[in-house]
């Protein structure tokens, strides 16, 4: 049935668009969008359709099983344009001639180019166009085509357009079971439907016979173009048999009460009825819109002259259905197209009743679902969105899956900052690592979850891979099950399946998984089955969204790209497979594939191949007093008292950044303020967790004995060790020792069931609580050798067995364990039997310590030392630290967080001298910024130049104006290398900040870093240097001590001609320089003679001149000859690998005889003969070939 009903409305449709004026085709799709029968996207799409064949298809197919209300939207389109259509001869003007006059016009218009939009927005008779390109070629242009319906519509190539565009713009829902119809356009067959006028004669179908019509002139059916389709593309032999016309195809102007149809064929029509004759067949046709064009006439009309012959007016039944049908009939009438008068727009005429098995069509001539057996229901084809009720089922169970999941102990959940960025090639181990962005940068690059899930123009039906990377602890996991959540509440609509994995649940066995399985046995929410589901995902890849949680947990991740991936997804292979067949876009191609991970994993082996990047930040200051109340939120005075604890602990209060530290904090207040004692935090994460396990021991010390907590924390530690060699944080309910360390576990808060997991699991409560539990471990367990805890720590390379630090804390929290007081540390954990070994212990460890050099160190393992000599709380082990840091310090590279600053900044308080920091590329925030500024200690500093002008911005705003003259004074920029964009706009606005009203100091000097900046150097490259170089030679001015300007890079800066002009322009300004580098920058004759004018002036400052690998010939080198005897300081002149030849080279000789004070001039030229640069350094042996 769908099929017939296709078959019918596509040639009505093509006709319609055909004979249309643009502007009635816009208000025919206008009011197809007004009537909700096309979506908004969906009609800007149609609009923008530069093929009209394209056109009539996708408008054919949203009219499927709507045909009837949508064919009198389209008269009443027409009416309302307030535009007649009419033939070309109509109004007594020749139609050829104006044809010719307006197309002439419009030969380099956009219908030159095929531009459909072009001729909708046009005011050009498409009837005329029709009559001009109808016009017969010279013979060398003669084209011959074949206008036979079938050949026309039945095309490989426009079925492939179609399909592609359908899936291309995003519209699939309306369209998802149209294989079925592609089906049959690419058949070489048609079905016939028999007896469609058996029981309607002539006499009930006309009130008159049809009269004799004269014969129609002949016309050509040569033409220069097809308006509104592509040319056709070759074809084979078979298809050119196909599409030859039959030689006797008479046709036959017809005229309907409303309409007139003309038929371009060019045979005489002979008299006849309309039934075809006994044995014919009347056959549905698909005619090029060449054939036919539609012109509505008055029901009084009878005849009208039509170029060479005659119309003949047949008025249809008002009982018809309201519909179009187009058939052709073997018997010598061709082309005849019918629809009924309609006096209401959108009335729908009942005079038939509809068929009980064709879904409610009125149609006589539509066939029943047992006509075409093979053929899916048209509901199925034709429903809103194309989804069955199956899919619709699994739709809404997923949707209730992820909306009833718990949120768990920890549903305090506050938004994280999410920032884009990118990766940077480590040039020292050729690795992939996340750039270190600036706090400006960051806050530019900020995104809202919804963000993160925005569709990216250009990378339609292709899978897009998006990963999130932040530190253990900083809330990923939490985030997805947001997502999720969030999905299920119908926030993400772009998205019709979500499945959520946790990567430890797929490390499974065997090699009989396919992606069928991944979606109904391996989700978190395994659900029925279902084929027609699976295929229907198969189908809109783009609707799926596959949730890779914890990638650092799953097995074997090495080897993803090229990991044997089959594009089957009804092949069976192991589950690595199946995840690098995603990845690699060979599976579901066209998902969005969602990683979370961390950013020192294996998985920063693969951020090359990721489309979107983006990197958890963790809380700001506001987001924590947010978190705390939420925790807090039934009372107010506890969340106050509880932020009064925590920020009288500077350092566990930096700590807050991360999510894990908040909430434990937040525990042990709740806990603290419930004995309604007066107390204090611990200083050290250390303390926190030792503090949180003893409350939990206390209130289980009357279990069966007196031992019973510590061994059970003895247990649960060896648990939580054995994990994390396996990388893993989750446990099953038989992994425990026993059921009293279960117990335990549960009762102490210290594992939470994991909602949504398939089989029964537990999962520790923070990451950080993982590292405490090993630490401990190592601190009490007799099977660790002492001579073994230094690798632990992890501060020294290691050649053998090297420790994997996927526990990343357990160093920090083993020297706190070890050093801190036994009484209120170990001793309360394991016992005073433990005294002895933990000494022991102690002795090893501050042995190790001790022998490091902090001088000897990089910036990220003096950091680790840092951190480990803040939480052991031992005096002699800080002061030992303290005193052997170096005077410069630079964290180049070395991510600065929040606890880094704290425990950096207490460091260089204790050291008792100066220093100078570094603190470039290290993604400080602006409060850890201030922090380590305004110390008295730190003699200067250099920082990123937008975040430091940040910094003045917001010390001006709160009236800290000591600090403000500090930090200022402080600063420095010397030396300093433009190696971006950002660089030149940075250095920019330092200049600009003086002048302006916001300036940080109030004073004409110049700002220090300004007036102290002796080294600049430009290194942007060929693409950006001639684009930077203006801006910075704007600038230069305002560096009265520059002593060098260094404009050479290995890439080539190519300032050329223009860039030498402007420097020149300002050299004299440049009292101080002394070095100028100008090499490799195509500097030619133009650029050497600009700068030989401006040479003078750096007369007595300038030492080194150096115009290496340039492009000056005779000309240049002759000024520059020319002004050598006036530069009385020049000392090194180089002009090798320049274009000059012997006559310039003589004349540098000749000028260095009089400047007796240069003393090198390098001039080797591949241009100058060897002999001759020979001969000349005879001359003057201060000349170099080197």
Known sequence: MVMDQFKTILPQVRALLSSAWPAQVRSFLDGLLEKGLLSKEYHQALLQEPDGEALARKVSLSLLEKWDLCIGTLIQCVRRSGNKLQTPGMDGVSSRSRATDQCAAMESGPLAEGSYLGLLQSDINPLQLLHFYDQPLAPEEDIEYSSDADTDTINYDQVNRLWNAI???????????????????????????????????????????????????????????????????????SWEAKRRKPEASPAIPLVTSNSVTVSSSNNLTPKGSLSPPPGQVAKPSLPSMEETFLVPTSPVLACLNFNGGPIQLIPTFPTLPQGVFHFTVENGVSNIFLYPASSGGDAIIQSLPAS??????????????????????????????????????????????????????????????????????????????????????????????????????????????????????????????????????????????????????????????????????????PLEENEEV???????????????????????????????????????????????????????????????????????????????????????????????????????????????????????????????????????????LATKASAQLPSTLTGLFVSLLCSVMRAREKGPSETWPRNCLAGLAELAWELGQRHCNVLREDQFPSAEVKEFAILGDFVWPLPTAREPE?????????????????????EVRDKELPRYLALTPRKKKPYDNWLERVPHFLTGLLFQPLSSCLGSLGGVKQIGLVCKRQKVLLKYLTRLQPGTLGPGKLLELLHCAHEATDSRLWQHVTAGLPSCLSFWGVRLAPPDVHVLGEALKAAGKDFSLDLRNTSIDLRGLGILVQLGCVTCFRASLSDTVWLWGSLRQSGEYELLRRSTEKFIIDPFKVKSMKDVEDLCSLV???????????????????????????????????QGFPKLVKILAAFSSLQHLDLDTLSQNKIGDKGVSQLSAILPELKALETLNLSQNSITDVGAMELAKALPSLATSLVTLSLYNNCICDTGAENLANVLPDMVSLRVLDVQYNKFTRAGAQQLTASLKKCPHIETLAMWNPTIPYGVQEHLQQLDSRISLR
């Open 534 to 672: 699976f295929k229907y995902i198969l189908k809109h890849p783009n609707h799926t969204l596959i949730i890779l949680d914890s990638f650092e947990e799953l097995e074997g991740q090495d080897g993803f790209l090229n990991c044997p991936a089959r594009p089957s997804p009804g092949e069976s292979q192991p589950i690595k497979g199946l995840l690098a067949g995603l990845f690699q876009r060979k599976l579901l191609r066209g998902c969005t594939l969602l990683i979370t991970a961390r950013p020192k994993g294996r998985f920063i082996q693969y951020l090359a191949k990721v489309d979107s990047l983006l990197e958890v930040q963790g809380f700001s200051p506001e987001q924590v007093e947010s978190y705390f109340e939420k925790y807090f939120q039934g009372s107010p005075s506890d969340r106050d008292e509880a932020l009064k604890l925590v920020r009288a602990q500077p350092y566990l209060l930096s700590h807050c950044y991360s999510p894990a530290v908040c909430l434990s904090l937040c525990q042990l207040c709740e806990k603290i």
């Open 992 to 1026: 600009h900040i003086q002048s302006s009203e916001n300036a940080p100091v109030e004073t004409c000097a110049p700002l220090p870093s300004i007036r102290d900046l002796k080294k600049l150097e430009f290194a942007l490259g060929p693409v950006l240097g001639p």
């Open 167 to 237: 899936e291309d713009e995003g519209t699939g829902e309306a369209y998802d079971r149209i294989a079925a119809l592609a089906e049959y356009m690419f058949s070489d067959r048609h079905l016939e439907t028999e007896g469609i006028f058996g029981n309607i004669g002539p006499d009930e179908m006309v009130n008159e016979d049809i009269d004799a019509l004269t014969e129609i002139p002949q016309k050509s059916q040569k033409c220069q173009k097809r308006l509104f389709l592509d040319n056709p593309e070759p074809q084979s032999d």
């Open 356 to 525: 009980p098995d064709r879904h409610g069509s009125t149609s006589p001539f539509t066939p029943s679902t047992a006509d075409m057996p093979n053929m899916p229901e048209a509901s199925a084809l034709t429903s809103q969105d194309g989804k069955t009720e199956s899919v619709e089922q699994f739709c809404r169970a997923l949707h209730k899956a992820y909306a009833d999941v718990p949120e768990g102990p920890n549903n305090h959940y506050i938004d994280l900052d999410l920032t884009r960025t990118q990766v940077e090639k480590n040039s020292k181990c050729l690795e992939k690592e996340l750039v270190i962005q600036d706090w400006t940068e960051r806050q530019k690059a900020r995104v809202g979850w919804r963000e993160v899930f925005a569709s990216t123009r250009g990378q339609k039906r292709e899978t897009r891979v998006i990963a999130v990377l932040g530190k253990a602890g900083l809330g990923k996991s939490t985030w997805t099950q947001e997502v999720c959540r969030n999905w299920a509440q119908g926030q993400l609509p772009q998205y019709e399946f979500v499945f959520h994995y946790k990567c430890r649940s797929l490390n499974l066995p065997g090699n009989d998984y396919c992606l069928k399985d991944l979606f109904f046995r391996l989700c978190h929410h």
């Open 762 to 782: 537990m999962v520790f409560s923070t990451f950080l609580l993982q590292n405490f539990l090993g630490a401990l471990r190592l601190s009490l367990s007799e």
